[in-house]
């Protein structure tokens, strides 16, 4: 089981899309726990106030560093378990595969969503393990990012997936984008299902996906293959993918 805690000025926000499928699924079988915390609570005064204008001047607000402090130290306090505190940011390390899998082994996450023009730098300094951005743009706030991260670690839980092998097939998961896959009927509109995928020839199935996989891989994103230990069977796939294309 993991359990996500979310820090967030807008926890309403998490409600519904948490809330279908296989992330409802698992919230109902006890894999995956989500509490959502009003960073609110731990402001002390009386408009309670999360904000405030930045040193230095410049425009917009940043959050202020007491109340994600305070919640964070109480948060601590309730459960044994120690958390990985994780602050969204577009500033840092870009979610992978490889970072969803390292995550889904935790017990207790701690999600601080930002807002405005982020947070004071003190929060990341001093009380963050690991900052994640979900990709190079910039969201209105950490919230739909924490979601995304959510559903991305969730599902490589065991027994999230109805089938464990769905994940270790995916695009990603061996730096490999997915190889095609296609569902009944065989024939629409004269577009034609592989006839190989027809075949039940399982050899033959798994070297097609095999070559489909390197050649959409080196057709779309040429950078994932640096990663991977190619074998000779691999390289002469690339090898004829090349020269189809002169
Ligand atoms: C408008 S952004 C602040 C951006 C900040 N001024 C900067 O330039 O780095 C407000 C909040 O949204 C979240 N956020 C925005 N883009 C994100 C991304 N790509 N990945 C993760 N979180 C993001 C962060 O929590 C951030 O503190």
């Given at each position: ?6 820090l ?33 609570d ?14 230095g ?5 940043v959050?202020?560093v ?8 109480e ?13 969204m ?49 910039i969201?209105?706030?950490?919230e739909?990012?924490a ?17 464990p092998?769905s994940?270790e ?56 293959l ?21």
């Amino acid at each position: 089981m993991i359990h996500f805690e979310i820090l967030s000025i807008f926890p309403e926000m998490f409600v519904s899309p948490l809330d279908f499928s296989l992330l409802k699924k698992a919230q109902k079988k006890k894999l995956v726990k989500i509490s959502l915390h009003d960073i609110r609570d731990w402001a002390d005064d009386k408009h309670r106030m999360t904000d405030d204008a930045p040193y230095g001047g410049g425009c917009g607000m940043v959050m202020k560093v007491e109340p994600v402090e305070k919640a964070l130290a109480e948060l601590r306090k309730k459960r044994k378990t120690k958390p990985t505190v994780i602050l969204m940011t577009p500033q840092g390390e870009v979610l992978n595969q490889k970072i969803a899998e390292e995550l889904s082994a935790k017990k207790r996450i701690i999600i601080i969503c930002g807002r405005y023009e982020g947070v004071d730098e003190r929060i990341r300094e001093h009380l963050v393990d690991r900052e994640i951005s979900i990709g190079d743009y910039i969201l209105t706030g950490g919230e739909m990012a924490a979601m995304v991260l959510i559903d991305a670690v969730s599902r490589l839980i065991p027994d999230v997936l109805g089938n464990p092998q769905s994940a270790e097939s995916e695009s990603f998961s061996h730096d490999l984008l997915e190889y095609p896959q296609y569902t009944r009927p065989a024939q629409y509109k004269g577009w034609k299902v592989p006839d190989v995928l027809l075949s039940g020839h399982h050899a033959d199935i798994e070297l097609w996906r095999k070559t489909e996989a390197l050649k959409k891989t080196y057709r779309r994103r040429p950078d994932l293959l640096q990663k991977v230990k190619l074998s000779a069977q691999d390289k002469k796939i690339l090898d004829d993918a090349k020269l189809d294309e002169i």
